[in-house]
């Protein structure tokens, strides 16, 4: 009688644990089989460009309807330069819309370049540079949609023979243009010259109109790009600051109710150096969704880290690592809707035939990071500028300069999955 009931009760446990594995495995298969987790990102296809060879610094741009707006310079036959502009509607191909402005005495540099902007009722703002005595910003507009040029105004007032460089355009109160640049005029100043250089910020009118000057921080780095956003906690600047002694943290301004913050800091890498690094901050937002990226080489260290925010960049979370020691810097940052964000860059590589690569890299709402995808081989040196992104719905739209053949503006857009 025992034998048999043991042998019922041995059935009976091998066909309930039998029972439990295939639920439990059933289980694991509905849950991490049938749920979707996210494609990793699909490579960048190449789109024509529009720019012709002896093209470089491009910049882009996202208009209120999608659109994206890429400018870049070209050099003519006559020597000159020209500032060139083109359009992408939402998920099309590049349409020319003409030349900017062109001139015998512009200063082409490339960490410095050009750029348009888009407000939001389709006005569109170029900026420049001119040499002459020191370096002048120029900046135009269009209200036709880039078929013709207001004459161009220049946003400082201070009259010095010194450097003003890296303006950055933005939406500013009632539907004026905001700008902000490096502003070098200490320099000029003959009863105290001064190596410091000041963060400038002023309006200019759609006819043209200039409001006052601010400085908003007397004493930044000073060859570093500047950036701006947006947000629904207000219009954000972004800037590599300049400490007495020499730390080059990236920090932050903020405009609410007509006054401009204190600078607050956005980094912490302490970065000690006594040269310019020529590597400023990227920041983007999507909603209340926030991405700032920049390059630091704290201890001869190169590296990129990124931090993401969700209340507008209020606050952001601690740095994300996104690339180390072979990155070269020239970041550029795109916010997701989703929390997620896309970093750009330019990295050394040893199997690149010029020795460098674009490359771009998902970070995960969550702070996690995918693997780098490869957009494009490039040059190390100078020449190659900074890879520049904007985003059109689920489009992200990338450009570039190839250095080979004197150099030309090449495009690409990732669908982001």
């Not at 939001?120 to 002048?136: F, K, R, Y």
């Not at 220049?154 to 939406?171: A, C, K, N, Q, Y």
């Not at 489009?395 to 150099?407: F, K, N, S």
């Amino acid at each position: 009688m025992f034998d048999g009931l043991r042998l019922q009760i041995g059935y009976w446990t091998n066909t309930i644990v039998a029972t439990m594995r295939k639920s439990l495995l059933f289980t694991f298969l509905f849950v991490f089989g049938c749920s979707s987790a996210p494609e990793p990102l699909p490579q960048p296809r190449e789109i024509t460009s529009p720019a012709s060879p002896s093209s470089g610094q491009p910049n882009l741009a996202t208009g209120p309807d999608g659109s994206v707006y890429l400018s870049w310079l070209e050099t003519l036959d006559t020597g000159e330069s020209a500032l060139k502009i083109a359009r992408r509607a939402p998920g099309g191909e590049w349409t020319a819309v003409g030349t900017v402005a062109t001139g015998a005495n512009w200063f082409v540099n490339y960490a410095d370049f050009p750029s348009v902007f888009a407000l939001a009722d389709g006005t569109l703002a170029a900026h420049w540079s001119v040499e002459g005595d020191g370096i002048a910003i120029n900046i135009s507009i269009s209200k036709d949609g880039g078929s013709t040029w207001s004459a161009p105004v220049v946003p400082h007032r201070d009259g010095t023979p010194t450097e003003h460089s890296m303006l950055t355009m933005m939406p500013a109160p009632g539907g004026s243009i905001g700008a902000v640049w490096l502003d070098g005029r200490k320099a000029g100043d003959p009863t105290a010259p001064s190596d410091e250089v000041q963060l400038i910020y002023t309006t200019i009118g759609l006819d043209g109109t200039l409001g006052p000057e601010e400085v908003l921080d007397a004493r930044i780095c000073e060859c570093c790009q500047t950036a701006a956003i947006q947000t629904a906690a207000g219009l954000t600047i972004a800037y590599r600051d300049r400490s007495e002694t020499e730390i080059r943290e990236i920090a932050l301004v903020r405009l609410n109710d007509g006054k401009w913050s204190a600078p607050q800091a956005l980094s912490s890498d302490g970065w000690e150096i006594y040269a310019c690094p020529i590597n400023g901050p990227s920041i983007s937002a999507a909603g209340s969704n926030v991405v700032a990226a920049w390059f630091a080489a704290p201890n001869d260290k190169a590296q990129i880290n990124a931090a993401l925010s969700t209340d507008g960049g209020l606050k952001f979370g601690a740095p994300i690592l996104i690339a180390g020691g072979n990155s070269l810097g020239r970041v550029s940052a795109i916010a997701l809707d989703n929390g997620d964000a896309i970093i750009s860059w330019i990295e050394t590589a040893e199997d690149a035939p010029d020795g460098a690569q674009v490359r771009l890299r998902r970070i995960k709402a969550d702070g996690t990071a995918e693997e780098p995808v490869v957009v494009s081989l490039t040059s190390s040196s100078s020449s190659s500028g900074f890879p520049r992104m904007a985003r059109s719905g689920s489009d992200i739209v990338i450009a570039w300069t190839d250095t080979e053949l004197g150099g030309m503006v090449r495009t690409a857009v990732l669908t982001v999955p």
